[in-house]
């Protein structure tokens, strides 16, 4: 299965870029729980995202090396897969009025709806794979978008409004990059208008509801829901140029910042590492991600093209959500920053991807 | 090698949109971190700063007061305050809606207090509080009751016993007036002193007021660290701020001479004020005012009911008698009366007046004293027998502003700027005193009675011994001062010292010749037969003075007035100094309601501290702690023990306050 030839056509530059942002992210997690390590027994959070970040990379070679046609040939099984787990999750937990996005395996947990991000991810390449037609018919658009509504549903019943908020860029992609007519566009637009105050009113949930108000006045309750965004602008402002120091940060290391080893680690790094901290890795991502679009151009078939293009809007849609929430320019929402947060399900879901791409680019040239 | 596929052109144009919005948002974000991370980096540091740590302050030990000789008046202890976090308590409240009350009915089981008072404590300390720092509900804590409480510590977990320094006099009473004593700072002080802070413990009287810039020091700071839970860390060592400690003070005083002067007072039961100082320089030996106050007493956060009882005490405890006590100088100012006679040429060392009991002045009969008469006496043997005759004539012949000019030459009628709080400047009269005081006219005859010390000139016994001592030193009038030395530590161990020097107030131009007349005529009162101060004599001393005797009440005639009560008995003066022809040192007596002479009840404290001066040098020099004889003194208590108190010092009836 795996081809010698294909090696000298493997990226390092892309790879050793996620290494690296992967190898910070540990580092972040180790300073985030150090003193205080809120999972602790038996591993200790570091310990367990250095696991994570293992497993991940062993993932990532695994699914670089299997063609990523033979992916697509078995992209309806794993969507299907993915389904079923969502289905029982809910179906499970409403049951047992435990509602829980996670499903426990031995001592770990992980979360179906990460991975259903890549198996939607390569349904919905597959689809296009497939449809090479410039602008998507009525018949097509809908068949895509029912590729990403399906999960999308299950994970906003259980409720999990950050996840199946994570799966916007794919939307966009569809329509984007799938093809659109700008009459559509403004149809799009007039009925978003119509849908979100309608959306905010009846279907929110009281605390989504409040998260929404307070990323709108975020001073409204400085010690409840806004204090999270309060506490991270501390830490990152108090960071400076230079930050405090590795292991030094006081919001980080005494639990003024919450969340502080996953949705709110990019604070971290800002009172530690300081401005300088805060520019290096968003350089990293941001190469990270030209190089990303580049494969994307130079993909050898059209569905290489939207694989990588699928997989890198996820990355471009977490870092810049989780990243502009840090110091409140949108609302807190439960999206961990790829390769850096600590959570098993998405380190191995990110890795996945980046083998995927680096998948997708190594094939690039004819007759492999 | 790669295909062309046609939507290459369609997905690469949609490819560099995404790059350049992506690299866009980008730019914008890092603008976004610039702007927290650059810009307001400082006001973000602050409040995660606040988050994390509190300020704690670290009191400066305040300096120590020492006499002349380093003998400590006034030190520090180590004491136990009763102190509440409430970053802790808030929670517990939270949980349990009765926590606080349950805290107060078991502080006020232990402290004996009731839950009013503590509520009143507790108000007062919050609103002293910055922010959640903690509060002192009570201090001065036995260690029964930091026993009690530590017991109870798993139930009340926002309790804590702090160490703290208490100022601590260790004689008590000793020299109370000049140490002064210290309180916490009132919004006044706060107003006028801006390095002050709410709760600061500040001098409020005598020397710890007067020198509390140099006393009370820095105090320091150390930043303990929190968690989010409101539980103490540890300390942040780089922010922590050592306090400096305050400067020691040794005074002029000398702790021997101001011993046995209150053990005379107190002995004596008398009321009244005491001066030695040196004429050399205007150092002040030592100052009594009878009766004392103890100044442990202010040192403790005091209740209300202990302030009233000092202050609405009879004997007015907390007036320094010996500079703020105004009284008639009597006979003492015949001195004066002398000096001006003669410096004026209105007398000259023969001139002579008959006394016969009594004469007329401006058509009103006086009296002398001495009904029987002295006969004729000069200038010296006037000052010897205190014929009030002569000094009668002396006035007539000088006028009234001629004799307030000379007594304010000699520091009579103006403050003396001793290094004191408080002090009383007296009354000399004069014509314009009459028309701008009084407004009315001076009678002549009202001369009469200035001549003999009476009337409404009143002085303090510290100008009497500034007087006194100008005498003795040919004319000098210093500014007496109870500082003698500031010592300080500088931050890297070296010891600055301050020696603070002799100020001359004024230089009076009296001939030699006419300061020799009147020093013989003092030298008689005391070392002649028939001289009113004989009682001071001591042989080989040559101690010269002048006593004076102030009659409360108007009297038609002489008698004694030992039997009378209390309040309207005579009090008595005697001012002196030694040796005659190498002046060293000034003592100056005054009893309040004596009962008897100025000779009898003043003379005696004079005597002694001469003896102790010049004669007991063993004593007035520290204490040879080496030998063994010294030692054994000690041990039979003929020595007082250095840095203790002495055993239960006899308490006046009439100042039965202390503890």
Redesign the interface.
């Known amino acids: 299965m795996i081809d010698r030839r294909l090696l000298p056509s493997l990226d390092l530059n892309f790879l050793g870029t996620a290494l690296v942002i992967g190898a910070i992210g540990c580092m972040l997690v180790y300073s985030a729980t150090f003193y205080s390590d809120p999972t602790g027994y038996p591993l200790n959070t570091f310990h367990k995202q250095v696991l994570w970040m293992g497993i991940g990379i062993v993932l990532m070679l695994i699914f670089t090396f299997i063609d990523y046609h033979v992916l697509f040939d078995i992209a309806p099984i794993t969507y299907g897969i993915g389904i079923t787990l969502l289905l029982y999750l809910l179906i499970w937990g409403r049951a047992t009025a435990h509602v829980h996005s996670w499903i426990r395996i031995g001592g770990f947990q992980f979360q179906p709806s990460e991975f259903m991000k890549v198996f939607t991810a390569l349904m919905l390449a597959k689809f296009f794979d497939s449809n090479d037609r410039a602008y998507l018919n009525f018949r097509t658009f809908v068949i895509a978008m029912g590729i990403i509504g399906l999960p999308v549903c299950l994970i906003f019943l259980e409720p999990d409004l950050g996840t199946s908020a994570s799966f916007a860029p794919l939307v966009g992609v569809a329509m984007f990059f799938g093809g659109i007519r700008w009459r559509v566009w403004v149809a799009m637009i007039l009925i978003a208008l119509i849908v979100l105050p309608g959306l905010y009113f009846f279907v929110l949930k009281g605390y989504q509801k409040e998260r929404v108000m307070i990323f709108l006045n975020p001073e409204r309750d400085p010690l409840g829901s806004g204090y999270q965004v309060t506490q991270a602008k501390i830490a990152i402002g108090s960071g400076g140029i230079h930050g405090k120091g590795f292991t030094q940060g006081t919001q980080a290391k005494y639990g003024y910042l919450p969340a502080r080893h996953t949705d709110f680690i990019f604070a971290v790094l800002g009172e530690e590492w300081g401005f300088i901290g805060v520019t290096i890795l968003l350089g990293l991502y941001l190469f990270f991600i030209v190089q990303a679009l580049t494969m994307a151009k130079h993909a050898r078939d059209r569905g290489g093209t939207f694989l990588v293009i699928c997989l890198i809007s996820f990355f471009i849609f977490h870092i810049l959500i989780n990243i502009s929430m840090q110091i409140g320019v949108l609302p807190t929402t439960g999206i961990p920053l790829p390769l850096v947060s600590y959570g098993g399900s998405s380190t191995m879901m990110f890795f996945i991807a980046v083998g995927l791409m680096l998948n997708v680019d190594m094939r690039r040239f004819v007759n492999t | 090698?790669?295909?062309y596929?046609d939507?290459?052109k369609?997905?690469?144009l949609?490819?560099n949109i995404?790059?350049w919005v992506?690299?866009g948002?980008?730019v914008f974000?890092?603008g976004?971190?610039?702007f927290?991370?650059?810009l307001?980096?400082e006001?973000?540091?602050t409040?995660?700063?606040a988050?994390?740590?509190r300020e704690l302050v670290i009191p400066a030990k305040r300096g120590l007061i020492m006499d002349r000789n380093g003998k400590i008046l006034a030190d520090n202890q180590p004491a136990y305050a009763l102190v509440v976090d409430r970053v802790i308590l808030k929670p517990l409240v939270k949980g349990d809606k009765t926590h606080k009350d349950k805290l107060f009915t078991f502080v006020c089981s232990v402290l004996g207090t009731t839950p009013a008072q503590l509520q009143d404590r507790w108000d007062k300390a919050v609103a002293n509080a910055i922010g959640m720092q903690p509060i002192t509900i009570a201090e001065d804590l036995t260690l029964q009751q930091v026993a009690s409480i530590q017991s109870q510590a798993m139930g009340f977990p926002e309790l804590n016993v702090n160490p703290v320094q208490r100022r601590n006099y260790p004689y008590d009473t000793l020299a109370a007036h000049t140490l002064g004593f210290i309180g916490e700072a009132t919004e006044k002080d706060l107003a006028n002193r801006k390095d002050l802070k709410l709760g600061d413990l500040i001098g409020k009287r005598g020397v710890e007021l007067m020198y509390d810039d140099r006393l009370r020091g820095k105090d320091g700071a150390q930043y303990w660290?929190?968690?989010?839970?409101g539980r103490r860390?540890g300390e942040y060592r780089p922010l922590r701020k050592e306090p400096q400690a305050g400067d020691n003070i040794y005074l002029t005083l000398d702790f021997e001479l101001q011993r046995r002067a209150e053990q005379y007072f107190i002995e004596n039961e008398f009321v009244g004020a005491a001066v030695a100082l040196d004429p050399r320089n205007g150092e002040i030996l030592a100052l009594i005012s009878s009766p004392e106050f103890n100044p442990n007493v202010y040192s403790k956060r005091f209740t209300t009911d202990t302030y009233k009882t000092i202050a609405s005490n009879p004997y007015k405890v907390e007036l320094n008698r010996s500079i703020q006590g105004l009284y008639s100088p009597g006979s003492v100012f015949k001195t004066v009366m002398a000096t001006a006679g003669l410096a004026t040429g209105k007398l000259d060392p023969s001139t002579t007046f008959d006394c016969g009991g009594s004469g007329v002045f401006f058509g009103r009969r006086f009296r002398c004293w001495e009904k029987s008469g002295h006969g004729v006496v000069n200038v010296e043997r006037a000052l010897k027998v205190s014929c009030d005759i002569f000094f009668y004539n002396t006035g007539a012949r000088l006028g009234v502003d001629t004799i307030s000019e000379y007594a304010h030459d000699l520091g009579f009628g103006q403050i003396t700027q001793v290094d004191l709080d408080g002090e009383k400047g007296g009354i000399v009269p004069s014509t314009k005193w009459a028309e701008d005081k009084q407004h009315r006219k001076w009678y002549p005859s009202e001369t009469i009675s200035v001549a003999i010390g009476q009337g409404p000139l009143i002085v303090t016994p510290l100008q009497v011994a500034v007087m006194m001592g100008a005498i003795a030193n040919g004319g000098t009038v210093y500014r007496p001062h109870v500082l003698r030395q500031i010592e300080h530590t500088n931050p890297d161990g070296s010891v600055a010292r301050y020696r603070a020097p002799a100020q001359v107030l004024r230089q009076t131009k009296f001939s030699p010749n006419v300061l020799e007349h009147v020093r013989n005529g003092l030298w008689k009162v005391v070392n002649e037969e028939g001289g009113t101060g004989g009682n001071a004599r001591i042989s080989g001393l040559d101690i010269s003075g002048k006593t004076g005797t102030v009659q409360v009440i108007a009297q038609s005639g002489w008698f004694s007035t030992a039997g009378l009560p209390f309040m309207e008995r005579d009090h008595a003066w005697f001012a002196s100094y030694a040796k005659k022809d190498d002046p060293q040192m000034v003592v100056v007596v005054f009893v309040e309601h004596a009962g008897a002479h100025g000779g009898t009840d003043s003379a005696p404290l004079a005597k002694m501290l001469y003896q102790a001066r010049f004669q007991d040098q063993g004593t007035n020099a520290r204490l040879n702690l080496s030998d063994p004889e010294v030692l054994e003194q000690i041990k039979e208590g003929k020595l007082p023990q250095p840095g203790v108190a002495p055993k239960e010092p006899a308490q006046p009836a009439n100042s039965a306050l202390g503890h």
Do not use: C, P
Request: charged share 20%; no cysteine.
């Open positions: 090698m790669r295909v596929r939507d290459q369609f997905i690469n949609r490819i995404v790059l992506t690299v948002v980008f974000l890092a976004s971190f610039w927290v991370q650059g307001q980096a006001k973000y540091r409040l995660s700063d988050n994390a740590m660290e929190y968690d989010s839970h860390l």
